[in-house]
């Protein structure tokens, strides 16, 4: 085969074409930061791609969960050190106004303070992060505890019942984050606690 000129030229001409051909597809990587910009350039890349950026979702999507998690455990921690601070004053005044020096008018009012502490616990018992109940279980949108008129406290029986509230760590991981509201704001908790404040407004002692 005579090989002309003019196939010389052409075949020079098509290297250069292809060249700036390459050297647009190198820009269009440096500019856009991606390998491929059509999964048909190259689909195994594009499949993988995808899988990466799926990858990517889940873990920020799990450090987000981890930082949630960190923010429930430490609000629990110190909603659960103020019930503590709470029982113990409930329990002080208790053993005051059981003494025999202690008039009707005393001990009415220290039912007075016990009232007022019964609504802190359900104050605290309703915790929230992130517009989240923290005690309320996996019912986390609906407070735990709700006052009633006649001073008896009513627990959301949703939260009594399914307890957990669980978050996503990991592929396949589940993990509970809060405290099991059946282990501190418990009916007979609450029930004692009315009854408390009923004997001593009557003038009983505690």
Same mark, same amino acid.
């Given at each position: 085969?005579r090989?002309?000129?003019?196939m010389?030229?052409?075949h ?24 491929? $910009?059509? %999964? ?22 799990? *450090? ?11 609000s ?5 050190? *103020?019930?503590?601070?709470? !029982?113990?004053?409930?329990r002080?005044? $208790?053993n ?5 020096t ?5 001990r009415?009012?220290?039912? @007075? ?7 802190q616990?359900?104050? !605290? ?17 609906? %407070?735990?505890?709700?006052?009633n008129?006649?001073g ?5 029986? $949703? ?10 760590v990991?592929?396949?991981? *589940? ?22 404040? @009923?004997? !001593? ?6």
């Amino acid at each position: 085969m005579r090989v002309t000129q003019g196939m010389m030229t052409n075949h020079v001409l098509r290297n250069i074409s292809n060249g700036y051909s390459k050297v647009s597809e190198y820009n269009d990587q440096l500019s856009s930061g991606k390998k491929i $910009t059509r %999964p048909s350039q190259d689909p195994v890349i594009a499949t993988m791609g995808i899988s990466y950026r799926t990858d990517v979702s889940h873990v920020n999507q799990y *450090q987000k969960n981890v930082t949630n998690a960190y923010k429930w455990l430490d609000s629990s921690d110190d909603a659960l050190e *103020q019930v503590n601070d709470v !029982l113990n004053r409930i329990r002080e005044l $208790t053993n005051e106004a059981s003494t025999d020096t202690y008039t009707a008018d005393q001990r009415k009012a220290i039912g @007075t303070e016990v009232d007022q502490l019964t609504n802190q616990l359900v104050t !605290l018992g309703n915790t929230q992060v992130g517009g989240q109940y923290i005690f309320s279980g996996s019912n986390s949108a609906k %407070p735990l505890l709700t006052a009633n008129s006649d001073g008896s406290i009513k627990i959301d029986q $949703t939260a009594i019942d399914h307890p957990d509230f669980s978050v996503a760590v990991n592929d396949g991981i *589940q993990m509970a984050i809060n405290v099991n509201p059946n282990q501190v704001f418990t009916s007979d908790l609450f029930a004692n606690l009315n009854q408390l404040k @009923t004997d !001593l407004n009557n003038g009983a002692s505690g």
